[in-house]
Every structure is written in structure tokens, then in C-alpha cells.
């Protein structure tokens, strides 16, 4: 069993930066490929950012990329997702993952594991 805990949710302006951070425990974080995904209302879970465990390759959804970083502390056994340039419709909960094989999967049925959600609202 893997436990995921989110944090750093809130209001922030468009333009603004923000990080999430993901706490893990339960299994041995370096092991675990880390995702972040997110859903606004009324629409599907979508994915985010990826990076795996072994090697650190990273992955991410076109309509983030170059604003958002996922990053990870195995000595914290915690992965953040920093979110810069953000717009409105960012807007969304955003769910941490964890996905027990490795890969860079984008799809919510690859993920094992997931968080409670944390709420990230972008003001215009």
C-alpha cells in the first residue's frame, strides 16, 4: 500500500507560480514512477506530468509544457509539481499518483496509487 498526501493548493492570480507538494509513504519512494494529473468540473481526469523513478525521465501534457515542472525528493519521499505562467483555465484538483511499474504513463488506469486532491484556483 502506498499513502499519497497532497498540499499547497489555494488562489493564486493568473501569472502567478505555485507548488504542489506530494508526500509519500507506505513503499519505497525511489521505486514508484510519480504523476500528477488534474480535473476541473464537469470534466475528465486529465494528465499532467510524469517522471520516473530509475532514470528521471519526465513527460508532461502539452498545454503545460514550459510552464510546469515535476520534480521529486527521494530523501523526502516527496514529489512537487511547480507550476509557473499559470492561467485560469488551470483551474482544476489536482491528484498526485503513483504508478508501480515504471513508465511514463499518461493514462489514469496505469497509476496505482492516489492522493486526495488538492485544489489550485487561478484568478484572472
Known amino acids: 500500500q502506498v499513502q499519497l498526501v497532497e498540499s499547497g493548493g489555494g488562489l493564486v492570480q493568473a501569472g502567478g507560480s505555485r507548488r504542489l507538494s506530494c508526500v509519500a509513504s507506505g513503499r519505497t519512494f525511489s521505486s514508484l514512477t510519480m504523476g500528477w494529473f488534474r480535473q476541473a468540473p464537469g470534466k475528465k481526469r486529465e494528465f499532467v506530468a510524469a517522471r520516473t523513478w530509475n532514470d528521471d525521465a519526465t513527460t508532461y501534457a502539452d498545454s503545460v509544457k514550459g510552464r510546469f515542472t515535476i520534480l521529486r525528493d527521494d530523501t523526502k519521499n516527496t514529489v512537487y509539481l511547480q507550476m509557473n505562467s499559470l492561467k485560469p483555465e488551470d483551474t482544476a484538483v489536482y491528484y498526485c499518483?503513483?504508478?508501480?511499474?515504471?513508465?511514463?504513463?499518461?493514462?489514469?488506469?496505469?497509476?496505482?496509487?492516489w492522493g486526495q486532491g488538492t485544489q489550485v484556483t487561478v484568478s484572472s
Open positions: 499518483a503513483a504508478d508501480l511499474d515504471y513508465g511514463l504513463g499518461s493514462d489514469v488506469k496505469e497509476y496505482d496509487y
